[in-house]
């Protein structure tokens, strides 16, 4: 008999409708193929839920905070109920973009130069200091978010008005600004599956471009790259995942420019609706989003 799965999706983090969307898409496709489900909130029922339910396999749906950086895993550890994606740790190292990088870094793996701020010193003391470490335009971002939500490309000019503008954070990191191409690598466990090429009419990927089909963000699979190139980001990206201790399937984001492939991020619970990038590479490279969701389900279960 198949086993029952409970999906969490929805959550209280920016990325909460992507997240719903992911679930149900991810239901439809188990009950077609015969699962039981049930789906649910990450609220103060789910325990409850958990126990009278009893399912043999927890589907994680959620994205951003609360549910890509290790809280819901630490949750989910008390069950010894095996649960999808990445666990506590990786989680966590995944989601905050600037223990991340230094891992890239510490492990020789490129990403846009960058430094944080606190709100500790004055927005011009930043910009100074912006200036000594790299040029204008720069990236503004908050260290824990994801699709695209509160990422800037500023000019000097428009910096102190962004940076007051998402003072909420607490403290944000300020990157280089890499121009070039947006290319997105998806692993399944130790599998290079494969790359995508993204090419946002926008001004960059922002979440219009991922999410609004008017926008017309154009997906571009195979990925125009030599052999060898094409085999180089794909290893990159497989080291990534080990070297953070993800399990599941990974997204990387990169960004190539003048024949160097520069690490954005690593996303432990990338989109898995079926139109996202994942499920998209999955396809191109013949593994169906039925089939792509049941290797997630095994592979819940090799968590260490
Ligand atoms: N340093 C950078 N240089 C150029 N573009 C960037 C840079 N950082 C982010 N971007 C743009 O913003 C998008 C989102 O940034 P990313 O770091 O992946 O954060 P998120 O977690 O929100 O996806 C990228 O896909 C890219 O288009
Ligand atoms: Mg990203």
Same mark, same amino acid.
């Given at each position: 008999?198949k086993?029952k799965i409970?999906?969490i999706s929805?959550?209280?983090?920016?990325?909460?409708l992507i997240s719903?969307d992911t679930? &149900?898409?991810v239901a !439809?496709?188990?009950k077609?193929?015969?699962y039981?489900?049930?789906?649910s909130e990450p609220?103060? +029922?789910l325990?409850?839920?958990i126990?009278n339910y009893?399912?043999? /396999?927890?589907?994680n749906?959620?994205?951003? &905070?609360?549910?890509e950086d290790?809280?819901? &895993?630490?949750?989910?550890?008390?069950?010894?109920?095996?649960?999808?994606h990445?666990?506590?740790i990786a989680s966590s190292?995944a989601m905050d973009?600037?223990?991340?990088? =230094?891992l890239f870094?510490? +492990?020789?793996i490129?990403?846009p130069?960058?430094i944080?701020y606190?709100?500790?010193i004055?927005?011009?003391?930043l910009?100074?200091?912006i !200036? $000594?470490?790299?040029?204008?335009p720069v990236? /503004?971002?908050?260290?824990?978010?994801g699709?695209s939500v509160?990422v800037y490309?500023?000019?000097?000019?428009?910096v102190t008005r962004?940076? +007051?503008s998402? =003072?909420?954070? $607490?403290?944000i990191?300020i990157e280089?600004?890499i121009?070039?191409?947006?290319? &997105?690598?998806a692993?399944m466990?130790?599998?290079?599956?494969?790359?995508?090429e993204?090419?946002?009419?926008?001004?960059?990927?922002d #979440?219009e471009a991922?999410y609004?089909?008017n926008?017309k963000?154009?997906?571009?699979i195979?990925v125009d790259l030599?052999k060898? $190139?094409?085999?180089?980001?794909?290893n990159?990206a497989l080291?990534?995942?080990k070297?953070?201790?993800?399990n599941g399937?990974?997204?990387?984001?990169?960004?190539? #420019?003048?024949?160097?492939?520069y690490?954005?991020?690593?996303?432990?619970q990338?989109?898995?609706?079926?139109?996202?990038?994942v499920p998209?590479?999955?396809?191109y490279n013949?593994?169906?989003?039925?089939e792509?969701?049941?290797?997630i389900l095994?592979?819940?279960?090799?968590k260490?």
């Amino acid at each position: 008999m198949k086993k029952k799965i409970l999906i969490i999706s929805g959550g209280i983090s920016k990325e909460r409708l992507i997240s719903l969307d992911t679930g &149900q898409q991810v239901a !439809k496709e188990l009950k077609k193929n015969g699962y039981k489900i049930k789906i649910s909130e990450p609220d103060n +029922n789910l325990e409850k839920t958990i126990k009278n339910y009893k399912p043999g /396999v927890i589907f994680n749906a959620l994205h951003g &905070q609360f549910g890509e950086d290790g809280y819901i &895993q630490s949750i989910l550890e008390r069950f010894k109920i095996p649960y999808t994606h990445s666990g506590v740790i990786a989680s966590s190292l995944a989601m905050d973009k600037e223990i991340s990088k =230094k891992l890239f870094i510490k +492990n020789k793996i490129k990403t846009p130069k960058f430094i944080t701020y606190s709100y500790d010193i004055s927005v011009s003391k930043l910009i100074k200091k912006i !200036k $000594k470490k790299f040029k204008f335009p720069v990236v /503004v971002k908050p260290l824990n978010e994801g699709s695209s939500v509160n990422v800037y490309i500023c000019s000097e000019k428009k910096v102190t008005r962004i940076v +007051n503008s998402i =003072k909420n954070y $607490k403290k944000i990191m300020i990157e280089e600004f890499i121009s070039g191409r947006e290319i &997105q690598v998806a692993i399944m466990g130790n599998k290079k599956l494969g790359a995508i090429e993204l090419k946002p009419k926008r001004k960059f990927y922002d #979440y219009e471009a991922k999410y609004n089909a008017n926008a017309k963000t154009e997906h571009i699979i195979p990925v125009d790259l030599s052999k060898n $190139k094409l085999k180089e980001v794909l290893n990159i990206a497989l080291k990534a995942h080990k070297v953070i201790g993800c399990n599941g399937v990974t997204r990387s984001d990169f960004k190539f #420019y003048n024949g160097i492939f520069y690490l954005l991020e690593i996303n432990t619970q990338p989109g898995m609706t079926k139109l996202s990038l994942v499920p998209e590479i999955a396809a191109y490279n013949g593994i169906s989003f039925i089939e792509l969701i049941e290797w997630i389900l095994k592979d819940a279960s090799k968590k260490k």
